[in-house]
């Protein structure tokens, strides 16, 4: 509890300070001087912040018992305290005199028990990691169809009948249209709408709805009697893909612990590799059905879907997506499945509450709305800078992962070995190996991620791209007649072979591959990942073990600053100690946590959580307590309001 003789007792108007000044003018005022915005918008010194640092301990404590009686709180009171305290000094806990010895034990398990946590938050991630599955295995379906739908459905785009109807370019671009419906249902529909319906449905809701459409248009493309139906069935398809690919990653990192967020949110990746592995399967299993194996194909993927459906409501919602609600109880209750005490719920509600509270400031302060609509927040994204930069970051990643050429491989790769000469089967099989080895690499990627980061997974994979591709081009030069030749001959050649010497599908990689021959295109994709390489040493920062508040400060940091620490201090400092093996040389940092002071000011010997510096962020956080809540909605006698700090 404060300290009742810290300030002046507060104004009973529980907005109005003792000063007669209101508080929401007051804390506008805060918010007057330009640096106000710069700490999370231009970030130069690459600085990241406690939002709660630089607030007095009688400050914080005061402002934790407002929270606690604005949300109806009261009776944690005292849990939520030692939540605060925490969270305001996550390197000081075993200085905190409030925290007994079995709370400074279980935060000190969180390093050394990284995996112990609720069974409720595991099953969270099996769900989430479900959803991923639904995701390959719908594209694996289409894979193991396309060798059989066509000439079902009367599109041909092979074979006597449509060459003596000279239909067969036609009908391979309505095969590579109805292939490419749910990317384009995602593309121009479904990213659109996936923030509004998070917004109305909450994760779990959107989810649900997601795996409504997953559920329901396998089954209609697997009864599908005209490429038309199939095609509606596809788009249906795309908006179930849309809305899972945008919502399960935002719900998995929003429900997990910091230290192992990488690792849970990269299953998303891990088991969408998972689901193309298992719809080779599926493609096997239903390869010898006759007429029915294009539609048993296409609608296995219908399978994933059930236990979707039937199990995410049993999960918790995302507490931060309830707090920006402002259902603070319920995101308490949900952190508390969540989390492995009340301490460590207690702790990360108070951090959400406050980072919401500061970037509520930074957007009313750049005369933005906190109420915006869709539009709005996706014009916030490209105005704000440091949404800019994420939304940068993010970028290069998704085009990078093109540039790589991967998907031509997952997508038609059975098309690709039947048309190079193997059996249906024999295609089958084929693609089910790459299946089983996407999978299988994937793991690695979980285990490291959290220990590497993902920026220094990527700086390191894509060199070993580029040199594959190349190494796979320059086997055309082997003689053909020479065994060694065989070596270009596996999976990496295939395509290209495919695509010059047939018009199957006519796209933007048959015209690279008639303009600059196999060798060319190996090489050209083998030059994209070295551009990809380039992008993401210059403009993507690292972010593991970074919490969802810390990113704001790691995106704060200007572009041009971040490429030019790369280029003049991390370039170099890599060069002198790998290529020239000068060891002992300390690596350059670019982010480091602000500087926190132990001042055991009171009695009790407890922290104040005083930074050194920072004025203009003490000033915005010190009113931590205003959550834009009118005061007619809290129902509380103006008296039992507790006493505040003045500023």
């Known amino acids: 509890m404060a300290d009742p003789n810290a300030a002046e007792h507060i104004s009973k108007d529980p907005l109005t300070s003792s000063h007669g000044i209101s508080v929401e003018a007051k804390r506008l005022g805060s918010l007057a001087a330009p640096k106000d915005l710069t700490a999370m918008s231009q970030n130069v010194t690459g600085e990241i912040k406690n939002p709660l640092a630089g607030i007095h301990k009688d400050q914080l404590l005061a402002d934790v018992e407002i929270f606690a009686a604005d949300n109806g709180l009261t009776d944690i009171l005292p849990i939520l305290t030692k939540g605060a305290l925490?969270?305001?000094?996550?390197?000081?806990?075993?200085?905190?005199?409030?925290?007994?010895?079995?709370?400074?034990?279980?935060?000190?398990?969180?390093?050394?028990?990284?995996?112990?946590?609720?069974?409720?938050?595991?099953?969270?991630?099996i769900l989430n990691s479900i959803a991923a599955a639904i995701q390959g295995w719908d594209q694996t379906g289409a894979n193991g169809a396309n060798l059989t739908f066509g000439e079902a459905l009367g599109i041909p785009d092979s074979g006597p009948v449509c060459t003596a109807a000279g239909t067969c370019e036609k009908n391979s671009w309505i095969i590579g249209f109805i292939n490419s419906c749910p990317y384009i249902a995602i593309a121009f529909f479904a990213a659109w709408i996936s923030d509004p319906v998070n917004n109305l449905l909450g994760r779990r809701g959107t989810i649900f709805l997601a795996a409504i459409f997953s559920l329901l248009a396998p089954i209609g493309m697997g009864v599908s009697q005209t490429w038309g139906e199939l095609t509606i069935c596809r788009i249906l398809l795309g908006i179930g893909m849309g809305l899972k690919e945008v919502t399960v990653p935002v719900y998995s990192a929003e429900n997990s612990p910091t230290n192992i967020r990488g690792g849970l949110v990269m299953s998303w990746q891990v088991w969408t590799a998972f689901g193309i592995f298992i719809g080779t399967v599926a493609n096997l299993v239903f390869v010898n059905t006759g007429a029915l194996a294009w539609r048993l194909q296409f609608g296995s993927a219908l399978l994933p879907a059930i236990p979707l459906v039937l199990g995410i409501w049993f999960c918790p919602e995302s507490p931060r997506w309830l707090m920006k609600k402002h259902k603070a109880a319920k995101a308490y209750?949900?952190?508390?499945?969540?989390?492995?005490?009340?301490?460590?719920?207690?702790?990360?509600?108070?951090?959400?509450?406050?980072?919401?509270?500061?970037?509520?400031?930074?957007?009313?302060?750049?005369?933005?709305?906190?109420?915006?609509?869709?539009?709005?927040?996706?014009?916030?994204?490209?105005?704000?800078?440091?949404?800019?930069?994420?939304?940068?970051?993010?970028?290069?990643?998704?085009?990078?992962?093109?540039?790589?050429?991967?998907?031509?491989?997952?997508?038609?790769?059975?098309?690709?070995?039947?048309?190079?000469?193997?059996?249906?089967?024999?295609?089958?099989?084929?693609?089910?190996?790459?299946?089983?080895?996407?999978?299988?690499?994937?793991?690695?990627?979980?285990?490291?991620?959290?220990?590497?980061?993902?920026?220094?997974?990527?700086?390191?994979?894509?060199?070993?791209?580029?040199?594959?591709?190349?190494?796979?081009?320059?086997?055309?030069?082997?003689?053909?007649?020479?065994?060694?030749?065989?070596?270009?001959?596996?999976?990496?050649?295939l395509p290209f072979r495919h695509c010059l010497f047939?018009?199957?599908?006519?796209?933007?990689?048959?015209?690279?591959?008639?303009?600059?021959?196999?060798?060319?295109?190996?090489?050209?994709?083998?030059?994209?990942?070295?551009?990809?390489?380039?992008?993401?040493?210059?403009?993507?920062?690292?972010?593991?073990?970074?919490?969802?508040?810390?990113?704001?400060?790691?995106?704060?940091?200007?572009?041009?600053?971040?490429?030019?620490?790369?280029?003049r201090r991390q370039l170099p400092w890599w060069t002198r100690k790998w290529i020239l093996r000068r060891k002992g040389e300390e690596e350059p940092q670019l982010y480091t946590f602000e500087d926190e002071e132990w001042t055991g000011d009171d009695a009790k010997g407890s922290s104040s959580g005083v930074d050194v510096g920072h004025k203009e962020l003490r000033e915005v956080l010190s009113l931590l307590v205003l959550r834009h809540k009118d005061s007619a909605n809290r129902n509380l006698p103006p008296s039992s309001h507790p006493k505040r700090l003045d500023v």
Not at 89 to 113: G, W
Not at 345 to 367: F, N, P, S
Not at 517 to 538: C, R
């Open 86 to 125: 925490v969270a305001q000094n996550p390197h000081y806990a075993d200085r905190i005199v409030e925290l007994d010895d079995n709370d400074r034990r279980v935060l000190e398990e969180e390093n050394t028990h990284r995996w112990k946590h609720p069974r409720i938050l595991y099953v969270t991630i």
């Open 502 to 567: 047939s018009r199957r599908r006519p796209s933007p990689i048959y015209i690279l591959c008639r303009t600059f021959k196999p060798v060319g295109v190996f090489g050209f994709y083998a030059g994209l990942n070295l551009v990809a390489l380039a992008l993401i040493f210059l403009f993507l920062p690292e972010t593991k073990q970074r919490t969802l508040e810390e990113l704001d400060y790691v995106f704060a940091v200007p572009t041009r600053t971040f490429a030019h620490f790369q280029l």
């Open 333 to 493: 209750k949900s952190l508390l499945r969540l989390r492995n005490t009340p301490l460590q719920a207690a702790r990360d509600l108070y951090a959400i509450h406050a980072q919401l509270i500061y970037e509520d400031a930074l957007l009313e302060k750049a005369g933005l709305s906190k109420n915006s609509n869709m539009f709005t927040r996706f014009f916030e994204i490209f105005t704000i800078p440091r949404l800019r930069r994420a939304t940068q970051a993010s970028g290069i990643v998704m085009i990078a992962q093109q540039m790589c050429g991967i998907n031509i491989i997952a997508f038609y790769s059975s098309t690709i070995f039947a048309n190079a000469g193997a059996s249906n089967i024999g295609a089958l099989l084929a693609s089910f190996g790459f299946g089983v080895i996407n999978f299988i690499f994937a793991w690695p990627a979980v285990w490291t991620i959290d220990t590497f980061g993902r920026r220094t997974l990527l700086l390191f994979t894509f060199p070993q791209m580029f040199w594959t591709l190349l190494a796979a081009g320059m086997c055309y030069f082997i003689p053909t007649e020479n065994k060694a030749h065989l070596g270009d001959g596996g999976f990496l050649r």
